[in-house]
């Protein structure tokens, strides 16, 4: 039911049917640097569009170079005065990210937006070369890692530039959808009690602890820095493809319901640029509106103790 209240405007006269362009309208961005993690496809590639449309610099932080360069390209096309770079990182990896971080801190580059929306779901049991499960590995520690390395520049830029800085960290509906525990601490890396969906949602909880954590302690320390998760939507796909009748039908049903891309990315644009958010920190948004996360990713005891196992798993402590 909650589809169908996504078509009315909430309090930021947004909803569910707005656009990333529609939510960004009128905004000046000229003067800004943002990172956005994988943004060679999908949501990720319309934020950086709309950034890039809006005047900001944009960063995009992708595994596959040769793609992100053709990406690149194709919004210079149409937006000749573009502002764009692309930088190898691979989230899995955290001597990637290490790289990525110091090659970034080394171009003496400022750093307003850091947008954490590269992931993956649903995967086979797998470790990643640092022997964590994959999409834990991927979804938080890797963006956790990312963060850490860069929230100097971040506070630098703030300081110099009296400019708010804001990260934006991509979660999920799906972090209500999560092992009954919420975060499996000491299992994190078991095969055996190790569910893909469940493991997705996992991640995606992290997700929300993590801007939740970060934002309490930006706070505490008084930086001009802000942090806030997102529910992009539900993105449409080809559901119809090898169903039956009935399938298909119940499909189309729920695909009338389903964001397009212009549409999953406007909740991640509207975080990043509008001057509504200001302010506004460790919040969950959907629709381009405050929305409801669920009771783990408002438990502060259990942000606290995934900071601290993330802080041992990426060696920060």
């Given at each position: 039911m909650t589809w169908i209240f996504s078509i009315f405007n909430g309090a930021s006269g947004f909803s569910g049917n707005s656009k990333a362009e529609e939510v960004t309208d009128g905004i000046d961005g000229t003067g800004l640097t943002a990172i956005v993690t994988g943004a060679t496809s999908g949501i990720g590639l319309e934020t950086a569009r709309v950034l890039a449309l809006r005047g900001v610099h944009v960063v995009m932080s992708v595994r596959n170079v040769k793609a992100g360069k053709e990406v690149k390209e194709s919004i210079c096309e149409k937006i000749p005065n573009?502002?764009?770079d692309v930088m190898e990182l691979d989230l899995s990896s955290q001597e990637s990210v290490r790289k990525f971080a110091s090659e970034y801190i080394s171009k003496d580059l400022p750093l307003n937006i850091l947008i954490l929306n590269a992931g993956i779901s649903s995967q086979p049991f797998t470790l990643s070369k640092d022997n964590i499960e994959l999409q834990f590995a991927t979804n938080h520690i890797g963006h956790f890692l990312l963060t850490n390395l860069l929230l100097d520049t971040m506070k630098k830029t703030a300081e110099k530039s009296q400019k708010e800085g804001r990260i934006v960290v991509v979660s999920s509906e799906l972090h209500k959808m999560t092992y009954s525990e919420g975060i499996k601490f000491d299992k994190i890396n078991d095969e055996k009690s190790y569910s893909p969906f469940y493991a997705y949602g996992q991640?995606?909880?992290?997700?929300?602890?993590?801007?939740?954590?970060?934002s309490r302690r930006l706070k505490e320390e008084g930086a001009n820095v802000t942090v806030n998760s997102l529910h992009p939507g539900v993105i449409k796909t080809n559901l119809q493809r090898n169903q039956g009748f009935v399938a298909s039908t119940i499909s189309r049903v729920i695909y009338t319901f389903m964001k397009n891309i212009p549409q999953g990315a406007a909740t991640t644009c509207y975080v990043a640029l509008h001057p509504q958010v200001k302010g506004v920190s460790g919040e969950y948004f959907a629709d381009s509106n405050i929305a409801k996360a669920s009771k783990y990713a408002l438990n502060p005891e259990m942000a606290k103790k995934l900071w601290d196992m993330s802080l041992n798993l990426t060696k920060l402590k």
């Open positions: 573009a502002k764009l991640s995606k909880l992290a997700n929300a602890l993590h801007a939740k954590e970060l």
